[in-house]
């Protein structure tokens, strides 16, 4: 049996795990989505109630009976060739997505996570709402495109607002690229917000006297807490901005805490995630999000926790409690 991974060609964190498959004696087919349809082949026909056939490369196969497991960890888009005009482009990929894309959402085998799961698990305010129906604390949050709507928002708030993206935080234009981090609101922002109006806008109250941030990554059973502690102003705003001054420490998670976060996952049928919370003073966790494709190779770099262990145990059917 194989272990399929669909990641980017250059991801260091898939490098580690598959040495520990390999370790552990367990055949891997690695692609990136990006490579079909000009290096990536499917075959596939329906059979009964399944699909059988093949994917297969240049140097190697898989068959589709034959997988033990998919790893989909943030791969990259289909890349089709060149000659095709834009309007083909959209069709190819809406063809691509439907049918390599639905016979591979077909397989009845573990999924890390299964696309649609994590594409239900994207949208932010739906996070929010599940966060808080199992009992984790949320801070609270606007999301609007009106100005009047976040002045007003503003007053009501004890410690002042921040204003953080939906999505993917990088734009890039004409070559270059832009990085859109959680920014906290001063009054020269709250003077000008002309470009409110221009698209959706997600607020939240800044966390009161927010002592650190944790990142806790889930591997199936298994959960990995880790404390980040920020000694830089604009680390303690966004620790993704300044990583040279972070510090990290193993923790405990509390219980109402761990109970909120298996949850969460229960109900995205979800195997992996990110979560992220803020720590105030009294020990309070706030959830700010989930993300199904988080990075966490700085964390077992910085603290040894052991999560490349868990995923290779997790996708060859050797999952430890």
């Given at each position: 049996m194989t272990v399929v991974i669909f990641a980017q060609e250059c991801d260091a964190s898939v490098d580690e795990v598959i040495g520990q498959l390999t370790d552990r004696e367990v055949s891997v087919f690695r692609a990136d989505t990006s490579w079909f349809p000009q290096r990536l082949t499917i075959q596939a026909r329906l059979e009964g109630d399944r699909w059988m056939g093949c994917l297969s490369t240049a140097h190697h196969r898989v068959d589709l009976g034959d997988i033990r497991s998919i790893w989909y960890r943030d791969p990259t888009a289909f890349d089709f060739p060149a000659n095709l005009s834009q309007p083909e482009r959209r069709f190819a990929f809406r063809e691509a997505r439907l049918g390599f894309g639905g016979v591979l959402a077909s397989l009845d085998t573990l999924w890390v996570n299964h696309p649609n799961r994590a594409s239900d698990a994207i949208y932010k305010p739906l996070q929010l709402t599940t966060a808080a129906r199992c009992g984790l604390a949320v801070p609270l949050t606007l999301v609007t495109n009106d100005a009047t709507e976040v002045r007003r928002f503003h007053a009501e708030s004890g410690s002042g607002l921040i204003c953080k993206v939906f999505g993917s935080n990088a734009i890039t234009e004409h070559g270059t690229t832009k990085v859109a981090y959680t920014h906290r609101l001063d009054d020269g922002d709250l003077a000008d917000l002309g470009n409110v109006g221009s698209t959706a806008h997600q607020f939240q109250d800044w966390v009161h006297d927010k002592h650190h941030e944790a990142r806790v990554v889930v591997v199936g059973d298994r959960?990995?807490?880790?404390?980040?502690?920020?000694?830089s102003a604009a680390a303690r705003i966004d620790w993704r901005t300044d990583y040279r001054a972070l510090r990290y420490e193993l923790a405990e998670l509390p219980v109402s805490v761990e109970d909120g976060v298996r949850c969460y996952m229960a109900a995205f049928g979800l195997v992996y995630a990110a979560f992220d919370f803020a720590i105030d003073a009294t020990g309070q966790w706030f959830f700010l999000e989930a993300n199904t494709?988080?990075?966490?190779?700085?964390?077992?770099?910085?603290?040894?926790?052991?999560i490349s262990d868990a995923l290779a145990d997790l996708l060859a059917g050797a999952a430890r409690d």
């Open positions: 959960l990995f807490p880790v404390l980040i502690h920020a000694d494709a988080g990075q966490y190779g700085f964390l077992e770099t910085n603290t040894g926790a052991a």
